[in-house]
């Protein structure tokens, strides 16, 4: 875990924690993308321990993560399975804001949106993606005259998740398109109201999904105007990720395309 803290306009102070996961269950595929190895972890604490101890500072503060969507449900589902309530704190999707302050960029992934404002980090290091994250957000904040980055989501459209103990509300930031040829009207599968909600956007289904099946949401997704590809690629505009998500969500981050998770695409869809 990474962590980058903002005081007075500036990123103060950065940390990095190792985290020893259940029984010490590793994927060569995990190895391959973040280069944390068995060793590394072998004498360090289980998510709960770290999470006591960063629980008075994360506590009612402003998150900021790029595709929070993803480090989010990472949250809830690790507080899930150790059975602990994760910390009520607000929180900022960094893509969702480089999306919207930056629009003309070729993709918003950590790295390019750094190039762009000249951030020399090390990506996929957890503390330096961190600090790389919170740079983002200050350039924003500072590019449309914000003081204080909790007003920065209503200067660009966006609205704060959060999360508590007790609920989730999905981070929303405002949809810009793309730059691209045009597409045939998608089919819309007949039993399903059309309500445009995703006039335009191409979206992608990876993983499992425990609500309904993978052809299901298909339908539900042409049937709000949206075009559902099969691969992830610079047209994609977003990911649906659920369990045993692999190389499509891979590629969606690194890419900087929006990811959501089963629960934020139904809170999407739902009405």
């Known amino acids: 875990m990474g962590l980058a803290w903002i005081e007075d306009g500036q990123v103060a102070r950065v940390e990095h924690h190792y985290i020893r996961p259940p029984g010490m269950r590793f994927a060569p595929f995990n190895i391959g993308f973040h280069g944390i190895r068995p060793e590394d972890v072998e004498d360090a604490d289980e998510f709960p321990d770290l999470l006591e101890r960063l629980r008075p500072t994360l506590q009612g503060a402003l998150v900021l993560a790029h595709n929070a969507s993803f480090d989010i449900s990472v949250i809830r589902r690790t507080c899930e399975h150790y059975d602990v309530s994760p910390p009520g704190f607000d929180y900022m999707c960094t893509v969702q804001v480089a999306r919207g302050v930056w629009p003309n960029l070729p993709s918003h992934k950590l790295n390019v949106v750094c190039g762009h404002l000249g951030v020399e980090f090390a990506h996929h290091d957890a503390a330096a993606d961190a600090y790389a994250c919170g740079q983002i957000a200050l350039a924003a904040a500072a590019l449309n005259g914000v003081t204080h980055l909790r007003d920065l989501p209503g200067r660009i ?25 045009p597409v045939a009207p998608p ?4 039993t ?80």
């Open 157 to 181: 459209g966006m609205a704060l998740g959060r999360l508590d103990h007790a609920s989730y509300m999905p981070s929303q930031g405002p949809y810009v398109p793309r730059s691209r040829a």
């Open 187 to 190: 089919h819309v599968a007949p």
């Open 192 to 271: 399903v109201v059309s309500r445009g909600r995703l006039k335009g956007r191409t979206i992608v289904f990876t993983g499992q999904l425990a609500s309904m099946s993978r052809n299901e949401a298909q339908d539900r997704a042409r049937g709000e105007g949206g075009r559902v590809a099969g691969a992830v690629s610079q047209s994609t505009d977003l990911v649906v990720a659920g369990p045993g998500a692999g190389s499509k969500l891979k590629t969606a981050t690194e890419l900087g395309i929006q990811v959501m998770t089963e629960d934020e695409w139904l809170a999407m869809v739902a009405g």
